[in-house]
């Protein structure tokens, strides 16, 4: 089972989370992001570059957990992964984490299956 990330003051900041880890890829399924859904459009300099350290990180939670051997370990894990992600449980960085967070939503069906 995975280990969710820690948690505590500035911890979306970094990229040295730990927890479900992986290989890193970072590829965006052949999606395109406008101004209105992408949420990081309204993201710019340094909190840009804290959401992509902290995309990165969740990538490779993501890549950990498609490897995981059923589908009901995967849900399991990719709920870890949500959770550990939420705004709420980040309230000293909810843009970035919310950003994260809705990417990590959006890759669900690759991640887990339908």
């Known amino acids: 089972a995975a ?3 820690p948690r505590g003051p500035g911890a979306n900041a970094g990229g040295g989370r730990s927890g479900v880890g992986g290989g890193g890829a970072r590829g965006g399924g052949g ?3 406008n101004a209105t859904t992408n949420p990081k459009a309204n993201l710019v300099g ?3 570059v804290s959401f992509r350290q902290a995309e990165a ?3 490779n939670g ?3 957990i498609s490897l995981l051997p059923d589908k ?3 849900q399991k894990a990719f709920k870890e992964l ?3 992600w939420h705004p709420d449980k980040n309230p000293s ?3 970035v984490a919310t950003a994260v967070f809705q990417r990590i939503q959006s890759e669900k069906p690759k991640v887990v299956g339908s």
Do not use: K, M
Request: glycine share 0%; net charge positive; no cysteine.
């Open 72 to 74: 009901d370990t995967r």
């Open 46 to 48: 340094e909190r840009l």
């Open 82 to 84: 949500l959770r550990a």
């Open 62 to 64: 993501l890549r950990a």
């Open 93 to 95: 960085n909810s843009e």
């Open 57 to 59: 990180s969740a990538l």
């Open 31 to 33: 999606q395109t992001f």
């Open 3 to 5: 280990t969710p990330p």
